[in-house]
């Protein structure tokens, strides 16, 4: 069978693009070196707009069967200043549901693989991709080892990269570049922790902050941020080290008391890193491949599948044409600048915010006196509110 397009890496963004693109007829060959199911660090938050592409790709019954729904927000700040903004209707802006939803990330991955399956894709587990190869300003395809060990060479029109933060397409072809931010999560679950509802819960207390996501009844995935200097000393007891700086946010060791940690911490980072447009043709980046910012504003799952719709419409246009050159794809990647270019501005803006506890708490205390303010911001943290609507809004409540 002749390969209209490889992609590699089956998690959210790829498997996105894989049911996509086999939709339009196209032939895909999608290879992950996992076998799935399997297990992923992840805040497993979903915004309230990405059930419109789970729907899309009919995913999102499934989903529905076992994510827990999420209403709003509950931010604490470091004086004890406590908000709570819900998604909801906001003028004109609606979001596709009213509630943002907790999953295993094991489970949503399981689910969008099954759904792949379900469609004529040439899935291939354990394959490791070790090499792109190249023939002068075109990907032509990869290199890659199967389960027993033997080489492959695969070749397509299009390659898409979907294999994450450690991409070995976008490192072979020299696109990532650090970001100045650097940070680690450090990823738990909590179990017996009182009161876990309808709402994600957020503690700010600079220079961390930490994120209780109820995933399922009576268990919690809990995300620490910490700047990456203060963690890399302790990468080789980071039980101790969650522990300890757990003890240093108040307000979240006194939410979590009585609960009990039930998995490993593990840990990820630098979290932020810049991803550059390929100067080749042939290749499309997605998901977490394409960069990543901080998972303050929980937008990583929506934004690999909004990538992933983004880059097959793209896919599907330049084949069909017969033109997979730079210039061909290279609208791609600027229409995926211009969807989160707001957002992003916006969390920087954030970052600022968090890392300075007097700015943190005079924000909150703003905030709490400014309910539709903040349900705004909620808004666009959510995926359905337009950023500029937010600066809109403070303006007007600064000349009322």
Known sequence: MTTD????????????TAILLAEHGLSVRLLDRARFPRPKICG???SPEAPRLLDRLGALKAVDAVASPLTGMRITAPDGTTLVGTYRRIGSWRPYREHAMAIPREALDAILVDRVRSLPVDFSEHVRVTDVIVSGDHVQGVEALDADNRRLTLRAPLTIAADGRASVIVQRLGLRRPHRLQRMALVTYVEDVQGLGRLGEI?????DYAILNPVAPGRANLSVVVPLAHAMPWSGR???????RVKQLPHLARRIAGG????????MGPLAYRVDAPRVGGVLVVGDAAGFFDPFTGEGIFKGLRSAELAAETAVRALRRGDVSAQALAGYDRARRRASRDKERLTHALQVVIAHRRLANLTARLLVRRQRLLDLLLGVLGDYVPPRALVTGILARSRS
């Not at 009990?260 to 840990?267: G, L, S």
């Open 203 to 207: 503690f700010v207390d600079p220079p």
């Open 238 to 244: 980071l039980d101790a080290f969650f522990a300890a």
């Open 5 to 16: 397009v490889i992609v590699v890496g089956a998690g959210p963004a790829g498997a996105a």
């Open 44 to 46: 497993e938050y979903l």
């Open 260 to 267: 009990h940690r039930v998995a490993p911490v593990r840990a």
